[in-house]
């Protein structure tokens, strides 16, 4: 932390007045934002030298091609940290989680996923131009020991684990098979290797792309199988061909295309691209015991499921041996209907504790009628816990950040706890004096806590202000 709080100095004279550490996927990577005054900037601290070497070589390289990247503005002598231009926090992955969870993508939410794929192309060709290969880590080009090792991370990692019986051998001769298809046209491009919404910033209506450390020399349809396919997107066949339309529309600007080649060379990645993820939610979940990547992958098989449809005749006993994984009965039901659901309720303690109608009971009630009350004003009681007014009146004074930080910790240890034992239904209830300001500020928070950091449905009822959201 003082290798970031000592960079923030060096660039911009000042010390850095509020640290906040950031929610990060699945990386080991840890990201904070620092700020004094008005100036905010992102600071990274990672556990690979040669890993932060990548990404800080490539985006020097991206922002000479005028490629929307955020800009690196100071370095560690160690290169373990790194501070970089704040980009905001609209990512596109919340941008569109209506569309996700819906299954019914806004004509916004089609608007930024096509305007990412427009510049899909820009990043691979003329983000490869004269990059210097050497930088990647940890190899320096997509190839036969990657795929070898994507292949085999599936089936040791998710295969084995699903208890299906296949025959090794006759599966290796078909993952032979493939490796040697896939790597017909690897190209003189880029490749992001890990190109989905979460590693898209949105600003001033712009996408920025971040977290492209693991790049490196690589075939075109990687990309674009990793972003059309992700697993939980379940973008509809209609946007999923308009994505590609568009992609394909913006690559004419770059080469010649032969669409029939490369609709074809394009599933052969899909293919790949989602036994990799399944190989990956497998060694997260099964071995590392992380329920939510379990819960991608019955997403993931739906993809894998729809695929199949047309069969890959050149690879018959791998076609065999996933088909009659997409069949197992485990996999045969949504996750979203199996995961843990936080219900977070306001309320006025004057009306009663509302009720449990899950009929499991428990959970929790908290009693914020110890924090500074808004509502002894006469100027705060025509506003709510939703109102600026109000809000900048809790935090100022305090005590309710640091009620919500003792919350917080409570909760997650619960949440995570209901998660491994796949309960279904936790409820979490504020009460105040009145129902209006600090236990609708407090459930609103909890609400997004948990949003950014569980793969959990999670129901607000503000109960005295008639208002109820899913998140």
């Known amino acids: 932390m003082n290798r970031l709080q000592n960079l923030f100095f060096s660039y911009t004279g000042k010390q850095a007045e509020t640290v906040n550490e950031l929610t990060s996927s699945g990386s080991n990577r840890r990201y904070y934002r620092l700020s004094s005054g008005s100036i905010s900037i992102i600071g990274v601290v990672g556990t690979n030298a040669e890993e932060n070497k990548a990404f800080i070589e490539i985006d020097r390289h991206f922002l000479t091609k005028g490629i929307k990247v955020p800009k690196v503005l100071a370095i560690s002598d160690d290169m373990m940290a790194y501070i970089q231009e704040d ?19 806004s004509s916004y939410e089609c608007a930024l996923l096509c305007r990412t794929m427009e510049m899909l192309p820009k990043i691979q060709f003329k983000g490869g131009a004269g990059l210097d290969y050497s930088n990647c880590y940890p190899d320096s080009a997509f190839n036969e020991r990657m795929v070898m090792f994507d292949l085999n991370y599936f089936k040791y990692c998710f295969l084995k684990a699903t208890g299906l ?110 036994m990799q993820v399944l190989g990956a939610y497998g060694y997260r979940g099964y071995f590392e015991k992380k329920p939510h990547f379990l819960g991608s992958i019955p997403f993931a098989l739906s993809n894998l499921r729809r695929l199949l449809k047309t069969p890959f005749e050149r690879y018959p006993y791998l076609n065999e041996t996933l088909f009659r994984l997409t069949q197992m009965r485990q996999f045969n039901e949504l996750a979203e209907d199996k995961r843990l659901e936080v219900h977070i309720c306001s309320f006025s303690y004057k009306k009663g504790i509302p009720v ?6 428990g959970g929790y009630v908290f009693d914020c009628r110890s924090i500074n009350n808004p509502g002894k004003y006469e100027h705060y009681r025509q506003f709510t816990g939703l109102d600026q007014e109000v809000i900048k009146f809790l935090e100022d004074d305090g005590e309710i950040l640091t009620f919500l930080d003792s919350v917080y910790a409570i909760v997650d240890s619960h949440v995570k706890r209901f998660m491994e034992r796949k309960f279904t239904h936790l409820q979490v209830c504020f009460g105040c004096t009145g129902g209006q300001h600090r236990s609708v500020y407090s459930a609103e928070h909890l609400a997004e806590h948990l949003q950014s950091k569980y793969d959990v449905k999670i129901t607000l009822h503000h109960r005295e202000l008639d208002i109820e959201k899913v998140f």
């Open 87 to 105: 980009l905001g926090d609209d990512q596109l992955y919340k941008l569109v989680a209506h569309g996700r969870e819906s299954g019914e993508y």
């Open 165 to 274: 019986e296949f025959n090794e051998v006759r599966l290796q001769d078909d993952f032979d098979k493939l490796r040697d298809d896939l790597m017909e046209d690897i190209g003189e491009t880029f490749m992001y290797r890990d190109f989905q919404a979460r590693n898209v910033m949105v600003k001033d209506g712009e996408p920025y792309f971040i977290d492209f450390q693991g790049g490196r020399r690589g075939p075109i349809y990687y990309d674009v199988a990793s972003f059309v396919w992700q697993a939980r997107s379940r973008y509809p066949d209609d946007l999923k061909q308009t994505l590609i339309e568009t992609y394909l529309r913006a690559l004419k600007g770059y080469t010649t295309v032969d669409e029939a080649e490369f609709y074809r060379k394009l599933r052969m990645f899909v293919l790949f691209r989602t």
């Open 356 to 361: 449990d109608n899950s009929g499991n009971g």
